[in-house]
């Protein structure tokens, strides 16, 4: 007759997950030494979102905040947990998990319950990077194996060719998907209405990159699985498990030293919590209790190499919120966060020798959140200067322009850049730009004037004298703003600026507004025939054409839906069979004849899936 080998001791334990946790960056205002100094501000570290004011707000250079959904509460016991008097007050909680997280006396729940085994939480947020690089470079492998450039492949012709020697466990329609994002992945543009830089990235990409995979594996062989993952040249996470391998083989060996499959040992009855406190209690006046109390936010900066480094963690001391802040970043850098709930769970225990009853209070925290990765950096760039005035000195006959500074809250301006070109048919020339940057590690220039031109100075400068503006001169000027991230503002108002020597005064006069960008100066061309402007602008919607009786048109746009960061649709595109005003229309202008005619163009969505 067979005998089982008699059964372990399993302690179940859930504390529910915090779901929906996102992380993002906040940019206040320029400091010198924001990319070295990550002491941030002591009230708002791990400040709760209601709490904040948005005096404190303002006064934080620099930021993280979060969201999440607080986690279901509302089984909570109302328990007094008398033996934890400072539950009470939220600085109290605050330090119960801080000092607890210190001594390393908070446990995930799947220590508790499950002694003999270690839970590893894995996430690959570069997996949609890694994704894109692997199927270009086997395309480009396959492509120069048929002696053929990867350029003369369509999307479709490379999905077709990796699909056919990839597993049916991976889609082509999946190859395609990830073909179309392999030039941007995340792309930020700026809102020159909301003044506000936002990112499009695919929703899809977006979702296979916060998938995370929760296992457990048995001490009695964890070194071993976690050796042959970390030597696999094709692991994911062969990195980040490498970290975790002298923990790893100590556990193993204790485990292997440890374990008899055939008896208990004494250590397996032994209570695997590792308490806070424990207060003698009279058995009959008391209750168990678990109560949710607060989270913890697990932060690590992502170094130039790629590895992450622990940093302190952030303490969110109610249950209810579903937000907070960590003022402790630097600029230009990488950092990763993930939440974890606590619960504090009281049980009665009772000592062996003396048989007395005692309250036995631990910190028990939930699985981690899915990471989430912020790269601190801000995309807006600067206003282009204002209030543009030209003056003439009647004693030394020269020209001095003269500007104000942008009313930007980022108070990063650190150049100014004068332009002159002599009309709308000739490139802007650079005339002087001043640098008055005072950062500690300044961007590098993507821009490369000649040095010349280039004045270094304390303080910003607002005025410019043009030595070679005289009485018969007639050119057209412009400025621009640089900032401390090498971020430029578009062009500002440009004037056509001559002297009238009847009037015996400077004329100017405007010929374009603010915000054309730098590589086309002529984009908000103003109609002026007087300066020999018969257009208005660039971008005028007309074609012009001569001697042809045919003519064919194409619909080839680059992408046929963007979604904003709330993964939404930004209708960029009208279609007829979705749209009530879903048309686009073509005027055709015969000139010769003052005969014309309206072409309704229809745009139909035949896609399977939208």
């Known amino acids: 007759m067979a005998v089982s080998y008699p059964s372990k001791v399993l302690t179940v334990l859930d504390v529910p997950e915090v779901r929906n946790f996102k992380a993002e960056f906040k940019y206040n205002f320029f400091v010198p030494n924001e990319k070295t100094d990550e002491s941030g501000s002591r009230k708002a570290f791990g400040s709760a979102t209601d709490e904040l004011t948005d005096e404190l707000r303002r006064k934080v250079p620099r930021f993280v905040e979060f969201s999440f959904e607080p986690v279901d509460v509302r089984s909570n016991l109302t328990a007094d947990n008398e033996f934890v008097a400072d539950l009470s007050r939220p600085q109290g909680i605050k330090r119960i998990i801080s000092d607890a997280n210190k001594s390393l006396k908070i446990q995930n729940e799947t220590d508790v319950s499950t002694r003999g085994y270690s839970a590893l939480n894995l996430q690959d947020s570069k997996i949609d990077t890694k994704s894109r690089n692997l199927i270009k470079h086997s395309s480009e492998v396959r492509s120069l194996s048929n002696d053929e450039e990867i350029t003369d492949y369509s999307a479709a012709d490379i999905a077709s060719m990796l699909n056919n020697a990839t597993s049916k466990w991976i889609q082509g329609k999946w190859i395609l998907n990830l073909l179309s994002t392999m030039n941007y992945g995340s792309t930020y543009y700026f809102d020159t209405g909301t003044r506000q830089s936002k990112m499009f990235k695919p929703s899809w990409v977006k979702k296979i990159a916060s998938i995370n995979h929760y296992s457990q594996f048995s001490d009695k062989f964890l070194s071993s699985i976690l050796h042959g993952s970390i030597t696999n040249p094709f692991c994911p996470f062969s990195n980040e498990l490498s970290l975790h391998r002298e923990a790893a083989k100590n556990a193993q060996e204790i485990a292997r030293t440890k374990d008899n499959p055939g008896t208990i040992s004494d250590y397996e009855y032994f209570p695997n919590l590792k308490p806070i406190s424990v207060d003698r209690i009279d058995a009959s006046e008391f209750k168990n209790s678990v109560k949710v109390i607060g989270y913890i936010v697990d932060k690590w900066e992502i170094l130039p190499s790629g590895y992450k480094r622990k940093k302190e963690s952030i303490i969110l001391s109610s249950s209810t919120i579903g937000g907070g802040l960590d003022s402790k970043v630097k600029y230009d850098v990488s950092y990763s966060y993930s939440i974890r709930a606590i619960a504090l769970v009281q049980f009665q225990a009772v000592d062996e020798e003396t048989a007395q009853i005692f ?212 209708g960029l595109l009208s279609f007829t069979d979705r749209d009530e005003e879903g048309r686009y229309k073509m005027q055709v202008i015969n000139v010769d004849r003052q005969k014309s005619q309206v072409i309704n163009i229809d745009l139909k969505d035949l896609r399977t899936t939208k």
């Not at 008055?436 to 821009?447: M, T, V």
């Not at 043009?466 to 004037?495: P, R, V």
């Open 359 to 570: 309250a036995v209070t631990g910190l028990i925290s939930s699985r981690q959140s899915p990471m989430s990765t912020v790269y601190c950096k801000e995309y807006a760039p600067p206003p282009p200067p204002g209030d543009l005035d030209f003056i003439w000195d009647y004693r030394d006959k020269k020209m001095t322009i003269m500007w104000s500074f942008p009313v930007v809250s980022t108070r990063d301006i650190k150049r100014f850049q004068v332009f002159r070109r002599k009309s709308i048919y000739k490139p802007f020339e650079l005339l002087v730009e001043y640098d008055f940057d005072d950062s500690e590690i300044p961007d590098p220039r993507k821009e490369t004037p000649r040095s010349l031109c280039v004045y270094q100075m304390e303080n910003p400068m607002t005025t410019y004298m043009d030595e070679e503006f005289t009485k018969e001169s007639k050119y057209i000027y412009a400025l621009c703003s640089i900032d401390a991230h090498d971020f430029t503002s578009n062009y500002s108002q440009q004037f056509v600026v001559s002297f009238d020597e009847h009037e015996n005064r400077i004329m100017k006069k405007i010929i374009s507004p603010a915000g054309a960008p730098k590589p086309y100066p002529n984009f908000y061309l103003v109609k002026d025939p007087d300066n020999g402007i018969d257009d208005i602008g660039l971008t005028s919607d007309a074609i012009k054409d001569s001697g042809h009786t045919k003519g064919a048109i194409f619909f080839d746009p680059e992408y046929l839906s963007i979604v904003d960061e709330n993964e939404e649709d930004l």
